[in-house]
């Protein structure tokens, strides 16, 4: 089984700091995604990547940044944490190409971040 | 720009009733994602819908895509507890197959005895 692993469960942070949310892989998928969840939002797409050192911007990058370095692991940076970004992040990771299971996306367990 | 709208965003329901959770979407897509999310867990796979007409069916839950219509549907047959959970549907922006989905806001479903 496909397994995504986010490093944190839960997160306090202060305003300001930098923040790293961590996000590993162990099936060898050229996608990976972070969502941030929000009640009565859904998911929004922050930022994704299809391979090493490649990343687009989603629907609300702004206030994040991210980083491929190798390919299971993708990280999301907030460089100045604010009380906004208060939210549940999820990263996905998915197989490239055609067809709808590669599509599909697995999810990992999620980061709670709370910013005061 | 793709929009994605869940209809109810909350259903309270007794054990045994039937319901449908709607969703519709704003611009061409050929495939259509159901997830499941337990409360303080992670998004789940539930069924992948790839052309129109297409309908699939696990257990309790059968779901089905018209994409003239621009909407899929989630049909909950006899529902029963452990159905509560929240749904979200998803559609994959681009064609071109890059698993960049757009989900809806998500249906919370609550299933009391």
């Known amino acids: 089984d496909v397994k995504v692993t986010q490093s944190s469960r839960y997160l306090v942070k202060r305003t300001g700091e930098k923040v790293f949310l961590e996000c590993v892989q162990d099936?060898?998928?050229?996608?990976m995604f972070w969502y941030r969840q929000d009640p009565g939002l859904g998911l929004r797409l922050i930022y994704f990547?299809?391979?090493?050192?490649?990343?687009e911007k989603g629907d609300i990058p702004e206030g994040y940044s991210v980083s491929r370095e190798k390919k299971e692991r993708f990280s999301l940076i907030l460089e100045s944490a604010s009380t906004n970004q208060t939210s549940m992040y999820l990263c996905?990771?998915?197989?490239f190409g055609t067809g709808p299971n590669n599509e599909k996306l697995f999810f990992g367990s999620g980061t709670q971040l709370s910013v005061l | 720009e793709l929009k994605v709208e869940q209809n109810p965003l909350f259903l309270s329901m007794q054990e045994g009733k039937n319901y449908t959770i709607y969703c519709n979407y704003s611009?061409?897509?050929?495939?259509l994602y159901w997830y499941r999310q337990d409360p303080g867990k992670s998004l789940e796979s539930l069924f992948v819908?790839?052309?129109?007409?297409a309908v699939k069916q696990e257990g309790r839950l059968m779901a089905s895509l018209d994409t003239k219509a621009r909407l899929s549907t989630l049909h909950i047959t006899a529902a029963v507890h452990d159905l509560s959970a929240t749904y979200f549907c998803?559609?994959?922006?681009?064609?071109?197959?890059?698993?960049?989905?757009?989900f809806g806001q998500g249906t919370t479903l609550q299933v009391k005895p």
């Open positions: 611009t061409t897509s050929d495939r």
């Open positions: 996905a990771s998915s197989l």
């Open positions: 990547s299809y391979d090493v050192k490649m990343k």
């Open positions: 998803a559609v994959d922006s681009i064609s071109s197959n890059t698993g960049k989905l757009i």
């Open positions: 099936m060898d998928h050229e996608n």
């Open positions: 819908l790839l052309s129109n007409g």
